[in-house]
Each structure stands twice: as C-alpha cells, then as structure tokens.
C-alpha cells in the first residue's frame, strides 16, 4: 500500500515562503489526479491546488499567483511552493492522489503564517 509523506511545514512570518514537500513510498500504477488540500481550525477541508495526470492545473482563487504545484514523476514527489504567505494561509496542509482504486492521503503538515 503506497504510503505519502508530506513535510516542509513550519512557522513564518507573513510575505515568507514555504515549500510542502509529498514523497510517496513506491509508484502509482494509474492516477486520475493529485494535489493539496488544507483545513483551517473549525472549517472543511479544502482544494488549494489540483493536477490532472495529463496536466491542467487547478489552483483555489486565494491562492492564485502565490502558490505553484511541482510535480517530479522520476522521485514519486509532489512540492507545493507557496510565496507571499499571509496569516489566512495558516492551516494543516494535505497532500493526496486519487487513483482509479482508491484515494491516498498524507498524515498532514502545520502551517502557521504569524508575525
């Protein structure tokens, strides 16, 4: 069973940069796709950025133009760099990918956008 890993979280400052890292533990056989979601304390889980295995990217409106999905197919890894981070960014972040079986999420990563 493919396990995922997120890790990169931490605390910074407001207008910092953070960059998520997901390792899965082996090679999915057939995605349809994978991505990020975050939840905030007291709010549902939500998209923050979605790639089709074919490409097109989705990025949640908030998000747009600070935070840019990576994907490297040859290391089983998918980044999520993010810029210009504001405190309404603050909230676990979750990494998954949905195959044709099943879906796979990571354990979560803190992120907390603080001055």
């Known amino acids: 069973q493919v396990q995922l890993v997120e890790s990169g979280g931490g605390l910074v400052q407001p207008g910092g940069s953070l960059r998520l890292s997901c390792a899965a533990s082996?090679?999915?056989?057939?995605?349809?796709?994978m991505g990020w979601y975050r939840q905030a304390p007291g709010k549902h889980r939500d998209m923050v950025a979605s790639?089709?295995?074919?490409?097109?990217?989705q990025y949640a409106d908030s998000v747009k133009g600070r935070f840019t999905l990576v994907r490297d197919n040859a290391k089983n890894m998918l980044d999520l760099q993010m810029n210009d981070l504001k405190p309404e960014d603050t909230a676990v972040y979750y990494c998954?990918?949905?195959?044709?079986?099943?879906?796979?999420w990571g354990q979560g990563t803190q992120v907390t956008v603080s001055a």
């Open positions: 998954y990918y949905d195959t044709p079986r099943r879906e796979y």
């Open positions: 082996s090679t999915f056989s057939s995605i349809n796709n």
């Open positions: 790639m089709a295995w074919g490409g097109g990217t």
